[in-house]
């Protein structure tokens, strides 16, 4: 019972001649630095705010036109021509409490905080003039117009120095709404390829009645929602395409992402957990404090933060007709989940983040801990992997006061949520189908051993490797790529591990033991958990996965081929997939928005007329293969630059279509285009985003990426990993309820897409030689070769 007396703070014995009161000096001591701790935290969080709030000024650049403005006073010269003058004069305080010096004094520090505000608006509204331009991203790679370069020095001369992670929201333009005409255009465009002269002259006519009769109204309120609203899109894209879903979230909206591929720091799995908890708390931190530097692309142009704000203490909760995520601040405890019993595990102790040998302690306690499940509790997160409704009812009936509550309360308002899985998982070479289990198991794992509706479920294996299910309705991809790689690098190369393996620092046995979450659940709740596991269940064994390793060449050899890797990829794919199904079909990337203020994502339709063009020559052995390749990937380059900048097609047509609903009016032309499935969706997991680790000089530090389930019944999902110059990895579902399916030949049919694609390249680099070597004169100087 030594941890019990240990939690008592204090304890009073009442006396006839008075109360004996005996306070834990350790307790009080741990209340006080924890009080200084939060009372720094205020204070660097104000400090912080305030940096952001007026950039790209400075508090210290106020101090200077005050200076500036009070020296004006006694050189008897009027830069604010009578303004100070007017201000004094109309002061409301007597006259008789205050000098006429005092009066100018006060009226020069007036005029000066009015003119420092107005500078820095001016600043920032240029900021987002310069940073509305984007003819750059359409320039070709490696070349850079002269108009583009005085526009790049001019972004970084307004762009001030050392800027903060939220600095640049305030001048990040808004989200243009494209026009109809130009957005029906392009989309009537993307399906040409996919419909029959019959089937595209019906849509072309669905198209003409649309524009004709009521786009002109719905596009006014979208207009008129952009003025308003800080970006038009995402905040009905949040509800409308996730937290209004009834479906399961397990495989259908949670995504994955893995530890490093070749490189396990320690086989313990206590110290493993306990290196990366600690790393990510580090990186709330900082977070918190808005400490992260922006990210820029070319090192310059900033990309949109707002995401980032509910990576942590985030929480999906279930309703019945729509979820909601419930974000919190200043969260000091993690639920961990281990062979079916829930516990709580404090992550702060006398007012500081536990040290990770500190946190190894606690996990490996866990670990040792024989204690057997509740009723119900084994199978209890089962709830957030089926259907939404039966969770939400549940969620109301059993979890809404008593034990229950407190307990599911302890679960989602934490920093986040660990589950210490018993089975090993991870890449090994020797073993065939090592990354398919190992991708399954953090897409889904049992389904009950994953808490599904948490910001992100943390996953440690007993081999040392890790894991993160993330739910998406609050973030895409790329933001917990940023955390996971600033982990890693902390990970392995700031915290290590002594030469045991554990975690470095010393053992601290004094912390209180993990507590268990209690609960009292009835044989009524738990057949609902039973019908929910089953049914998630249904939906984890249908899923089909393969994950390889491309390893014959990477996006060096492709950009010596002077294209873009990501096109090069996307045009495998379509070869792919024609050879794995023998059609074509609407095929969606996913792209980011986030050079807009809270912008998220935006579709390219990959499978253009061009794409089909080369693809069909590929499989006719045309000699115009290498010359259809070259147009066709210009013209993905293009579709993706157009959906970076905002001139997309799919999210302005989702938009309209809410407007169209909100309005009561029918639209088949927007009923039709939001009906169509995508057989093919791919998305490519970005890498490198901090360059913490040169993976040049440590090339077996790095990520297989991540992946996620596959979105069409009878389609494939694939994500695609781009890793340093000779490696790309590949993760491929799709469903075995499918028989027109199979996710390992769709592998080894863009493996085949990518060599012969390349071998174009190949044949044309000869040709040219020879072409070279026909000018080349003999030594006479009379013939050529």
């Known amino acids: ?62 101090l200077i036109v005050v200076i500036a403005m009070m ?47 107005f500078l820095i608006y001016l600043l920032r509204y240029t900021l987002k003039a ?31 120095r050392r800027p903060l992670l939220y600095s640049f929201q305030a001048s990040l333009p808004r989200l243009p709404v494209p026009s109809v005409d130009d957005t029906i255009h392009r989309y009537l465009e993307s399906v040409r390829p996919l419909l029959d002269s019959q089937q595209y002259n019906q849509m072309e006519v669905l198209a003409s009645e649309f524009k004709a009769s009521m786009a002109t109204q719905l596009q006014r309120y979208l207009i008129l929602k952009s003025w308003w609203a800080t970006n038009y899109v995402s905040d009905w ?35 493993r957990a306990g290196n990366v908890v600690h790393a990510m708390l580090q990186y709330r931190r900082k977070l918190e404090r808005g400490e992260h530097a922006p990210l820029r692309a070319l090192g310059t142009v ?9 990576m942590f203490n985030t929480t999906r909760i279930p309703g019945i007709e729509t979820d909601i995520v419930q974000h919190l601040t200043d969260r000091k405890h993690l639920v961990v989940y281990h062979r079916g019993r829930f516990f709580h595990v404090w992550l702060y102790t006398g007012g500081r983040h536990l040290l990770p040998s500190e946190l190894e302690t606690q996990f490996q306690r866990i670990l040792n801990d024989t204690s057997e499940p509740q009723p119900g509790e084994l199978k209890l997160a089962a709830l957030t992997a089926g259907n939404r409704v039966p969770w939400a009812r549940t969620r109301i009936k059993y979890f809404s006061q008593g034990v229950n509550k407190v307990s599911l309360d302890a679960i989602e308002s934490a920093a986040f949520f660990l589950a210490l899985d018993d089975e090993p998982q991870g890449y090994e070479p020797a073993k065939t189908n090592s990354l398919d289990s190992y991708a399954k198991s953090l897409l889904h794992g049992k389904c009950y051993d994953r808490w599904f509706d948490k910001s992100f479920t943390l996953i440690s294996y007993p081999n040392g490797k890790m894991g993160v299910n993330v739910e998406h309705s609050w973030a895409d991809a790329p933001i917990v790529g940023h955390m996971w790689e600033y982990v890693a690098a902390t990970d392995c190369f700031h915290l290590g591990y002594t030469e045991e393996g554990h975690c470095k620092g010393d053992v601290n046995k004094g912390l209180p033991y993990p507590t ?78 986030r050079m807009f203020r809270d912008g998220r994502t935006e579709t390219v339709r990959s499978c253009t007329s061009e794409a089909v063009e080369f693809v069909r020559a590929m499989e006719d052995r045309s000699h115009w293969r290498f010359a259809l390749f ?143 070597a026909k000018r080349v004169p003999l030594e006479n100087g009379k013939k050529y070769i």
């Open 1 to 62: 019972m030594a941890e019990a007396h240990q939690a008592v703070g204090f304890q009073f014995t009442v006396r006839p001649d008075g109360v004996d009161l005996k306070l834990s000096q350790e307790v009080i001591k741990n209340i006080y630095l924890s009080g200084v701790t939060a009372w720094k935290k205020r204070a660097i969080q104000f400090k912080n705010g305030v940096l952001a709030g007026v950039y790209p000024a400075s508090p210290s650049s106020w």
């Open 71 to 117: 020296s004006s006073l006694y050189i008897h010269v009027d830069p604010s021509l009578g303004m100070i003058n007017a201000i004094k004069d109309n002061l409301p305080c007597s006259r008789d409490y205050m000098s006429v010096q005092t009066r100018a004094v006060l009226s020069a520090i007036l005029f000066a905080t009015g003119l420092w505000l």
């Open 130 to 160: 310069l940073l509305s331009y984007h003819e750059w991203i359409f320039e070709s790679h490696g070349k850079m117009s002269s108009s583009t370069k005085v526009w790049l020095s001019l972004v970084k001369m307004f762009s001030g």
């Open 237 to 271: 894209w949040e509800e409308y395409i996730y937290l209004r879903g009834r479906t399961p979230i397990m495989v259908n909206s949670n995504f994955y992402i893995m530890d490093l591929l070749y490189v396990t720091p320690t086989h313990r799995q206590a110290a």
């Open 302 to 310: 900033p990309m949109c933060s707002t995401q980032m704000e509910r």
């Open 516 to 593: 268990r979450l209690q609960w009292q659940i009835p044989k009524e709740c738990q057949d609902v958990i039973e019908a929910s596991y089953l049914s998630a269940k249904q939906i984890a064994d249908d899923v089909d996965f393969h994950g390889y390793l491309f390893n014959e060449f990477g996006k060096g050899l492709i950009k010596k081929c002077r294209t873009s890797p990501d096109a090069f990829i996307q045009l495998a794919l379509q070869l792919a997939q024609f050879r794995d199904q023998g059609v074509f079909c609407l095929t969606y990337e996913s792209s980011m928005t």
């Open 630 to 772: 070259r147009k066709a990937a210009d013209k993905h380059q293009n579709m993706y630059r157009l959906a970076m900048t905002g001139s997309g097609i799919d999210r302005h047509l989702f938009c309209l279509y809410i407007v169209s609903k909100y309005l009561g009016v029918d639209s088949p032309f927007l009923k039709k285009v939001l009906s169509e499935p995508w057989k093919l969706s791919t998305s490519q997991t970005p890498q490198q985003q901090l360059n913490l680790v040169d993976i040049n000089k440590f090339p077996k530090y790095v990520s297989a990426g991540g992946g996620f389930g596959p979105v069409a019944d009878d389609g494939y999902g694939v994500s695609y990993i781009i890793i340093g110059e000779n490696l790309i990895t590949f993760h491929i579902s799709s469903k075995f309820s499918s028989p027109d399916t199979d996710s390992y030949r769709f592998g080894q049919n863009i493996r085949k897409a990518m060599i012969d694609i390349q071998a174009l390249f190949k044949t044309e680099n000869d040709k040219k030689i020879v072409e070279n």
